[in-house]
């Protein structure tokens, strides 16, 4: 059996596969196990560390999520994050209590002893670098043996460390993408504290797969879902590898796509796709189903089971379907469902928590695991064409996440016209490959405005424009501010129905990408 190097203990948290992703990025193979885990089937992997996660429980709490008390006992180091921390903090004897100051996004870290006399935990990290916070609880008092190790302006204990019992905790989140230098403080962790030296190889990722997939199928066909997105199309690829003729791609026009967006996936897939695509008009049943509907949740579950209806319906035609492929990745997951732990339900992605249980398809989800970026990489391995490698990500829910409320043809039509004036600007200006996505978003909201000196009382659109590595963590765009009025004009002029356009300034988290 292969020795696992690091051991995370999952208390939750939307990030804990970020964790382990991190970790692959530097070859360091992890396993995540759920935070109640026996020490003994700990000790069975022989892990160099232990990293406990943060999660969306609080430490005070009656039913608060704990670990095996052994777990400090086992004489490897520990690093605890956010909640993970809270927990090291009560565990050794401290105290948590929720802070008046919640913390979510932007901190800038003070790394105490710098530059000369700085923990372990820090080695080449730079000082004042910006770290993302997400919590509402803060250690009040240290437990005994520790000490502060960096400080940020809203925590004092920013990051702690006992380093004769190897016991570390940051109140930040070191894995996610816009912690700057937080992969160093999991590699130094990992490296220098844990002494992990094997190397764990990404690279056979995409082999084994792909025989894993051939083993699978046998003789059998997979129906696989193909959008014209980045993951849906890495998978078709790796099952025309595996599987040649077997494989029945399926692209559903369900109505909620953009403007021309059908045509360009039937033209790209003609050209690029060895197996010939389908297309499965079902725009009158989507549209009928959610019409009336405004629930954001009940909108993406009727959503997701209309897919599979549509897809069951176009397997019938076929014989010897057994399987579904789905471009699934890892962040649809945690936001879709507990995974590994007690994580919060977020939004029901259409293809995971929107899944109906009558599905009588076996799934083939061999991106499960990863990040788009991750996925991008195999995708350029594969050989695909920059253009679909490089595509903004577009939800399989479509237009309906972007429409407050509920979801009508004519609503659907204003939205697809403002949105190809934001993109085509996009473009133009070279923002497009600079972002990780943009879309417009028809708020519901009406104002009043004046045109020609008459009064209009007519639609808002909010325009979102995010920068992202792996869509887990997000900034707005800092768009220049006459490329924002070019897209505001023209949208408004454009576009009969709309008289406001407005900004998205939030960052993810708080708010998430989309809006619903
Ligand atoms: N219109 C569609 N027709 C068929 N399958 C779809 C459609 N939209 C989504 N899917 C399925 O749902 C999965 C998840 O959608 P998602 O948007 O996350 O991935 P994608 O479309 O492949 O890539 P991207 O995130 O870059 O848009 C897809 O990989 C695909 O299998
Ligand atoms: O195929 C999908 N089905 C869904 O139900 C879904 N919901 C969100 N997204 C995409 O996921 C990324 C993160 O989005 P959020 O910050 O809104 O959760 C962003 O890129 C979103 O566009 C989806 N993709
Ligand atoms: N992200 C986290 O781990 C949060 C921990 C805890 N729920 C808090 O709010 O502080
Ligand atoms: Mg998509």
Known sequence: ??????????????????????????KIYCEILPYHTKVEDIQAKNPKGIILSGGPSSVYNEDAYEVDKDVYKMGIPVLGICYGMQRIAVDFGGSVIR?????????????VGYPDNISALFKDCDNHR????????????????FKVIATSENSPYAAIANDEKRVYALQFHPEVQHSEEGYLMLRNFAKNICGVTEKWKMEHFLKQQIESIRERVGDAKVLCGL????????????????????LIPVFVDNGLLRKGEREQVEEVFKINLKAPLITVDAVDNFLGKLAGVSDPEQKRKIIGHTFIE???KEAKKHDGIKFLAQGTLYPDVIESISVNGPSEVIKSHHNVGGLPDWMDFELIEP???????????????????????????????????????DVNVPDLDLLREADVILLDELKASGYYAKTWQAFAVLLNVKSVGVMGDNRTYDNTVCVRVVEAVDGMTATFAHLPHDLLERISRRIINEVDGINRVVYDISSKPPATIEWE
Do not use: C
């Open 1 to 26: 059996m292969t020795n696992v190097s690091i051991i995370v203990l999952d208390f939750g948290s939307q990030y804990t596969q970020l964790i382990a992703r991190r970790l692959r990025e530097d």
């Open 99 to 111: 802070s008046d100051h919640h913390e979510y996004g932007k901190a800038e870290l003070d790394i």
């Open 130 to 145: 910006i770290v993302w916070m997400s919590h509402s609880d803060r250690v009040e008092t240290l437990p005994d043996g």
């Open 227 to 246: 959008s014209g997105g980045v993951d849906s199309s890495v998978v078709a690829a790796m099952l025309y590898e595996a599987i040649g003729d077997q």
């Open 310 to 312: 549509e897809f069951e």
């Open 367 to 405: 991106l499960r695991e990863l990040f788009k970026d991750e996925v991008r990489k195999i995708g350029f391995e594969l050989g695909l064409p920059e253009g679909m490698i490089n595509r903004h990500p577009f939800p399989g829910p479509g237009l309906a996440i972007r429409i407050m409320g």
